[in-house]
C-alpha cells in the first residue's frame, strides 16, 4: 500500500509564505508522477501543481508565479513552496501520487491565510 504523508501547513498572514512536504513509503516514488491539489468544504478538489519523473511542472491558474513545486526522489519527498500567500488560498492540501495504475492520495494538511 502506498503512504503519503503531508506536513509544514498552518496559519499564516496573507503575503507570507508556507512549505508543504510530502513523504512516500513508495518504492515506485521516483517513477511517479506528484501532484498537489486542494479543496475546501463544499468545494471540488481543484488542481495545484504537478511535478513528473521527468521534472516537469504544471501549475494551476490561481497558483502560478507564486508556488513552486519541486521533488527530491534520493528521500522519496515533494515540496510546495507557497510564496504571497492569498486568503483565497485558504484549503485543505492534498498530495496525489501516480504511476501505471497505482494512484494514492495524502491525508490532507490544512493551510490558512488569515489576518
Known amino acids: 500500500q502506498v503512504e503519503l504523508v503531508e506536513s509544514g501547513g498552518g496559519s499564516v498572514r496573507p503575503g507570507g509564505s508556507l512549505a508543504l512536504s510530502c513523504v512516500s513509503s513508495?518504492?515506485?516514488?521516483?517513477?511517479?508522477?506528484v501532484a498537489w491539489y486542494r479543496q475546501a468544504p463544499g468545494n471540488q478538489r481543484e488542481f495545484v501543481a504537478e511535478?513528473?519523473?521527468?521534472?516537469?511542472?504544471t501549475y494551476g491558474d490561481p497558483v502560478k508565479g507564486r508556488f513552486t513545486i519541486s521533488r527530491d526522489n534520493r528521500v522519496n519527498t515533494m515540496y510546495l513552496q507557497m510564496d504571497n500567500l492569498r486568503p483565497e488560498d485558504t484549503d485543505l492540501y492534498y498530495c496525489?501520487?501516480?504511476?501505471?495504475?497505482?494512484?494514492?492520495w495524502g491525508q490532507g494538511i490544512q493551510v490558512t491565510v488569515s489576518s
Open positions: 496525489y501520487a501516480q504511476y501505471l495504475t497505482q494512484i494514492a
Open positions: 511535478i513528473t519523473s521527468g521534472f516537469i511542472t
Open positions: 513508495w518504492d515506485a516514488f521516483n517513477k511517479a508522477a
